[in-house]
């Protein structure tokens, strides 16, 4: 398989710098398939959905749908993404689960959720550039498009709100990728090359990215922050607010979150998801 090796490579890189993403190339066992994990009544999708309560009291299915997509969204850019970005091969999920790992969050240590996937390489490389975002975009959304028509029917929330929620992680899995890669422009680009496609459901004139810059008595801090095209909803759940990146903030009050963000995070790496108002 050419580029074989670079595909194992970038997986290998991603499991080592996102512990919160499962991948594999291979052994199916344990394993469903896409169709079959998100299927009517699954027990794959209910248990998914059921592990949204963990992050908020007070939710319906609407709240627990927006929350699954962007759950969801945000590991299978990464996933997707890391491939891509190193090696220019669009993967395909082969297969899928939902399993525990433990986390570390504040020296602290705990079971916490995640998708693993089984992904499976084309035998070329499809390139960096138009040829492979539109074979990149072709893919994610094939991917996502009868996900969400299920979420839909099982929990009411929007097509077109769910899709946002998609461009969300996908853009925002893309930037902690180019940033830990040292390639943050070069990802950004590839990013909006693939969501801002004419006609797409991905397509958003909300979803940007924008660079936040502070003062300090040591200098300027500096930070890229994918702004959201869509809403968690986590605001309507109960002591739930407004994430800072939110698409329902006004621009400056976003401005101003983020840059009290930057300031509590000065010499800190984190990722562009840490500004939401719960964890990923």
Same mark, same amino acid.
């Given at each position: 398989?050419?580029?074989?090796?670079?595909?194992?490579?970038?997986?290998?890189?991603?499991?080592?710098?996102?512990?919160?993403?499962?991948?594999?190339?291979?052994? /199916?066992? @344990?394993? #469903?398939?896409? +169709?079959?994990?998100? $299927?009517? =009544?699954?027990?794959?999708?209910? &248990?998914? %959905?059921?592990?949204?309560?963990?992050?908020?009291?007070?939710?319906?299915?609407?709240?627990?749908?927006?929350?699954?997509?962007?759950?969801?969204?945000? /590991?299978? @850019?990464? #996933?997707?993404? +890391?491939?891509?970005? $190193?090696? =220019?091969?669009?993967?395909?999920? &082969?297969? %899928?689960?939902?399993?525990?790992?433990?986390?570390?969050?504040?020296?602290?240590?705990?079971?916490?959720?995640?998708?693993?996937?089984?992904?499976?390489? /084309?035998?070329?490389? #499809?390139?960096?550039?138009?040829?492979?975002?539109?074979?990149?975009?072709?893919?994610?959304?094939?991917?996502?498009?009868?996900?969400?028509?299920?979420?839909?029917?099982?929990?009411?929330?929007?097509?077109?709100?769910?899709?946002?929620?998609?461009?969300?992680?996908?853009?925002? #899995?893309?930037?902690?990728?180019?940033?830990?890669?040292?390639?943050?422009?070069?990802?950004?680009?590839?990013?909006?090359?693939?969501?801002?496609?004419?006609?797409?459901?991905?397509?958003?004139?909300?979803?940007?990215?924008?660079?936040?810059?502070?003062?300090?008595?040591?200098?300027?801090?500096?930070?890229?922050?994918?702004?959201?095209?869509?809403?968690?909803?986590?605001?309507?759940?109960?002591?739930?607010?407004?994430?800072?990146?939110?698409?329902?903030?006004?621009?400056?009050?976003?401005?101003?979150?983020?840059?009290?963000?930057?300031?509590?995070?000065?010499?800190?790496?984190?990722?562009?998801?840490v500004v939401d108002c719960h964890p990923r």
């Amino acid at each position: 398989m050419r580029e074989s090796g670079g595909f194992a490579a970038s997986i290998d890189w991603l499991t080592a710098a996102f512990p919160e993403v499962g991948c594999s190339l291979e052994g /199916p066992m @344990g394993f #469903a398939a896409t +169709a079959a994990f998100w $299927a009517e =009544g699954s027990t794959g999708m209910e &248990a998914c %959905l059921a592990y949204q309560d963990r992050f908020a009291s007070g939710m319906d299915d609407k709240i627990r749908a927006a929350h699954l997509i962007a759950f969801y969204c945000h /590991p299978l @850019g990464l #996933a997707m993404g +890391a491939v891509y970005l $190193a090696t =220019g091969l669009v993967p395909r999920i &082969a297969g %899928l689960r939902f399993e525990t790992y433990p986390r570390i969050d504040g020296g602290r240590s705990f079971e916490a959720g995640r998708f693993h996937f089984l992904l499976d390489a /084309p035998s070329a490389a #499809a390139g960096k550039g138009e040829e492979g975002e539109q074979q990149f975009h072709d893919g994610f959304v094939l991917h996502m498009k009868s996900i969400i028509a299920l979420i839909k029917r099982r929990c009411g929330l929007s097509a077109r709100a769910q899709w946002r929620l998609a461009t969300d992680g996908l853009a925002g #899995a893309f930037l902690e990728i180019g940033r830990l890669r040292g390639e943050q422009a070069v990802a950004i680009e590839r990013a909006l090359a693939i969501v801002k496609r004419a006609g797409s459901p991905l397509a958003s004139r909300d979803l940007r990215y924008e660079e936040i810059s502070v003062e300090t008595p040591g200098g300027a801090l500096c930070r890229t922050y994918r702004m959201r095209s869509g809403c968690c909803l986590y605001y309507r759940t109960e002591g739930g607010d407004f994430c800072d990146t939110c698409v329902l903030l006004r621009t400056e009050t976003r401005r101003e979150r983020l840059k009290a963000h930057l300031l509590e995070t000065e010499g800190k790496s984190v990722g562009c998801e840490v500004v939401d108002c719960h964890p990923r």
